[in-house]
């Protein structure tokens, strides 16, 4: 199986709260999982990825956290702006050059000013 | 951040029809993608292409679906002929592998309507 599946599908939060974005997989031969987000009628576009041989990466506002025995990360924004309002996807790839990214469902948030 | 560009950026076409969807991906990069997105869902791999080779390709990648990249011009998607689940956002993707990491950048898409 080589699912990703995304919880929630949306989710509304306040400027300046933080808001957390939840990613499971299925297949543990994936090593490499990058986090797009996605304006309506935009391509996507990467945030921050992480290899499975870290627990955590953090960029800005921005950080993931990586659970490889229970196949979970989850994406933390904090300090949420209007302008992180969009539509977040999970991605998991086994890293060798050129492989297939499997996407999740995503979830949409909205910043409510 | 580079820059992935598609043309067109709207289609609408017959069924039946034969339709190509053009990519120009960053300059350097080795490896060539397509997805594909209907509306509100998640994105699709269909198909990935490197040294003027299908690497792998989906069970969304039917006969009717096709890819090239002559002589370092445009990657291109091209269907025929087209069906009615055609209808979706088609994302071109390219990526140049570098240490521990492989980043796929997506262009605009293209929104491809069959009627």
């Known amino acids: 199986q080589q699912q990703v599946r995304q919880s929630p599908q949306s989710l509304t939060v306040w400027e300046g709260e933080t808001a957390i974005l939840n990613c499971s997989y299925e297949d543990s031969t994936f090593n490499y999982f990058p986090w797009y987000q996605q304006f309506p009628g935009e391509g996507p576009a990467l945030l921050i990825s992480?290899?499975?041989?870290?627990d955590k990466k953090e960029d800005g506002r921005f950080t993931i956290f990586f659970n490889k025995r229970e196949k979970k990360l989850s994406l933390h924004i904090t300090d949420s702006q209007p302008g992180d309002s969009a539509t977040y996807f999970c991605?998991?790839?086994?890293?060798?050059?050129?492989?297939?990214?499997?996407f999740g469902t995503g979830t949409t948030v909205s910043v409510s000013p | 951040g580079p820059k992935v560009l598609q043309i067109p950026s709207h289609q609408i076409i017959d069924m039946g029809q034969m339709v190509t969807l053009n990519c120009d991906p960053v300059s350097n990069h080795l490896y060539f993608y397509w997805y594909k997105q209907i509306l509100g869902q998640q994105m699709e791999f269909l198909v990935n292409?490197?040294?003027?080779?299908?690497?792998?390709k989906s069970k969304l990648f039917k006969d009717q679906f096709s890819v090239e990249r002559p002589d370092g011009s445009y990657f291109t998607l091209k269907i025929q002929p087209t069906a009615l689940e055609d209808s979706a956002v088609y994302f071109c993707?390219?990526?140049?592998?570098?240490?521990?990491?492989?980043?796929?950048?997506f262009g605009p898409g293209t929104r491809l309507l069959v009627l």
């Open positions: 993707a390219s990526s140049f592998p570098g240490l521990g990491q492989d980043t796929q950048y």
């Open positions: 992480i290899s499975s041989v870290s």
């Open positions: 292409f490197y040294n003027g080779k299908v690497m792998e």
């Open positions: 991605a998991a790839s086994f890293y060798q050059g050129g492989r297939a990214l499997i």
